[in-house]
């Protein structure tokens, strides 16, 4: 999979790259991530990427020219599958769209910044407008990060443990069931007993009781969608 990065700030999304899973799926080559500064693809002397609202209100627009330049630039060279705008005002992310993401081959996300982009950017060129979330960053680099360690972890072969992604909350719109490691007891903190019976069927049985109360307690809302 290979994921273009379209942002004014390249340094605030390098990091979360440069450890741990992701990093190590990017040495492996089960992904490619590349970043693009807005402010190469400006044509003037001062590399302007936005400018003052028509029809006045406060708050810059993020110019059409560079961004088409840009997109247009990397879709000279390969197809995309998806163009994804981060916005506040997108959809809100899921398991079930990170599911759908991570099979894609190539996809372009573009990070908003100020006010947003000019709206013919999104009619011209977005195919899916994306949220982290009801509440307003101060641009979409953040939640590009998120949304790219959500898809890069469930890239085939990234985790060690291929199931381990299969049981993570929110994968059967349940939350994860308890788990626990060594010591067995401390401070008189027990681990359940059942979990040393090596009995596999009733422990699985037991995880799905204590995945479906733990969202039934938490996150009701799950299990009415
Ligand atoms: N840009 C600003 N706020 C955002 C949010 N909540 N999700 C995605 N991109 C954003």
């Given at each position: 999979m290979r994921i273009d990065i379209i942002t004014v700030l390249p340094e605030l999304l390098k990091s979360p790259f440069e450890a741990s899973i992701l990093k190590r799926a990017i040495e492996a080559d089960l992904v490619e991530v590349h970043f693009h500064n807005l402010r190469d693809y400006t044509t003037d002397n001062y590399k302007s990427i936005d400018d003052t609202q028509f029809g006045g209100g406060a708050g810059m627009v993020m110019m059409v020219e560079p961004i088409d330049k840009c997109i247009s630039a990397l879709k000279e060279q390969r197809e995309y599958d998806e163009v994804i705008y981060m916005t506040p005002d997108g959809e809100t992310l899921k398991q079930g769209i990170a599911n759908q993401l991570s099979m894609h081959e190539n996809i372009i996300i573009l990070c908003g910044h100020?006010?947003?982009?000019?709206?013919r950017v999104r009619d011209q060129f977005i195919t899916r407008e994306i949220s982290i979330g009801d509440y307003v960053l101060s641009g979409g680099e953040l939640g590009a990060a998120v949304l790219c360690d959500a898809i890069i972890r469930l890239i085939?072969?990234?985790?060690?443990?291929?199931t381990s992604a299969l049981t993570?909350?929110?994968?059967?719109?349940l939350l994860a069931p308890p788990i626990y490691t060594k010591p067995r007891e401390y401070k008189g903190w027990k681990v359940p007993e059942l979990l040393f019976s090596g009995n596999f069927p009733k422990i699985e049985k037991w995880r799905e009781e204590q995945a479906y109360e733990r969202t039934k307690k938490l996150r009701p809302d799950l299990l009415d969608e």
């Open positions: 100020y006010k947003g982009v000019d709206q085939p072969g990234v985790l060690g443990n291929e993570d909350s929110f994968q059967d719109n």
